[in-house]
């Protein structure tokens, strides 16, 4: 995979965990964060967004019911620190800080 395939990944996983973190009841779902990635420069397709939402779900950060037919996502704890930069992921880009 290219450097810059593997860039736009982590971007899109952190884009995701942040919108989720400052959410009321840090909760979203999968159509809005495919329009919250768009306004920040991340578009992407249906498959990319449930696909980075299987990958943040099986690291436990965040949890969804895969059998619904509207997909409702909400961040865990330790989703919602990664958001924040408490803590870090190796394949999640670091967030910069807030001004």
């Avoid at 495919?34 to 498959?47: E, F």
């Avoid at 619904?68 to 996502?73: E, H, K, N």
């Amino acid at each position: 995979m290219s450097d810059y395939v593997d860039t736009v990944r982590k971007h899109r996983r952190l884009a995701i965990l942040r919108h989720l973190e400052a959410c009321a009841e840090y909760m979203s779902n999968a159509s809005i964060l495919s329009d919250i990635l768009a306004g920040v420069g991340l578009r992407s397709t249906r498959s990319q967004v449930v696909t980075e939402l299987a990958w943040l779900r099986e690291n436990g950060f965040i949890i969804y019911d895969d059998n619904a037919d509207f997909l409702v996502v909400q961040a865990t704890q330790s989703g919602a620190e990664i958001a924040r930069g408490v803590t870090t992921h190796p394949e999640i880009q670091r967030p910069r800080p807030r001004s």
